[in-house]
């Protein structure tokens, strides 16, 4: 079945950039009819999400995070990867990677979740 | 667009029917998710457009509405049911999350 593993640092340094990769097992991320997201969840708060990006590296990014973030698609490694620029105490969260399922061309869910990483932004 | 669960939390006992509401701030038509989420785990999908059962996802759990106005039901709470749950619309982006609905014993 399809999987998916978030990995990365789990402490950044306030001002660094905060880098994660997603491995996608179990699927090919070049399927149609599937985005891939990052979604973070602060300490005992909800779910926010981030941006996703389509395997031919398309992408769109919440607003409210375009200013810091960027995410890019290895299709070779079947990876995808979140960057988050100028972190502070306010990025410290939970970080999942996520299959967005589409049921059409704009909307979809989320059916597939990585574990989770748990990212601390501090000195 | 905003998404609001009521109530933020929920006491019930084995058995019981319990429903959570989820109100967007403007339509988002059906295209409005339910996520599961257990302590330290990732969320679970459990309903897609608005009323879909994920497969794999037990029959106790049902969704409706459209627009602003959408319901999740469990019709008869089970011991693994205890979680927090989330909504989400996926008719726009950013997409948004409710901030979550908490179900304890």
């Known amino acids: 079945q399809v999987q998916l593993q978030e990995s990365g640092p789990g402490l950044v340094k306030p001002s660094q950039t905060l880098s994660l990769t997603c491995t996608v097992s179990?699927?090919?991320?070049?399927?149609?009819?599937?985005?891939w997201s990052w979604v973070r969840q602060h300490p005992g708060k909800a779910l926010e999400w981030i941006g996703y990006?389509?395997?031919?590296?398309?992408?769109y990014y919440n607003p409210s995070l375009k200013s810091q973030v960027t995410i890019s698609v290895d299709t070779s490694n079947n990876q995808f990867s979140l960057k988050l620029t100028s972190v502070s105490a306010a990025d410290t969260a939970v970080y999942y990677c996520?299959?967005?399922?589409?049921?059409?061309?704009?909307?979809?869910?989320?059916?597939?979740w990585g574990q989770g990483t748990m990212v601390t932004v501090s000195s | 667009i905003q998404m609001t669960q009521s109530p933020s939390s929920l006491s019930a006992s084995l058995g019981d029917r319990v429903t959570i509401t989820c109100r967007a701030s403007?339509?988002?038509?059906?295209?409005l998710n339910w996520y599961q989420q257990k302590p330290g785990k990732a969320p679970k999908l459990l309903i897609y457009?608005?009323?879909t059962l994920q497969s794999g996802v037990p029959s106790r759990f049902s969704g409706s509405g459209s627009g602003t106005e959408f319901t999740l039901t469990i019709s008869s709470l089970q011991p693994e049911d205890f979680a927090t749950y989330y909504c989400?619309?996926?008719?726009?982006?950013?997409?948004?999350f409710g901030q979550g609905t908490r179900v304890e014993i």
């Open positions: 996520a299959r967005d399922k589409r049921l059409n061309n704009f909307a979809g869910a989320f059916d597939v």
């Open positions: 179990g699927a090919s991320m070049s399927s149609d009819g599937y985005y």
């Open positions: 990006i389509y395997y031919t590296g398309s992408t």
């Open positions: 403007q339509s988002v038509f059906n295209y």
């Open positions: 457009a608005a009323s």
């Open positions: 989400h619309q996926s008719y726009t982006s950013p997409r948004t």
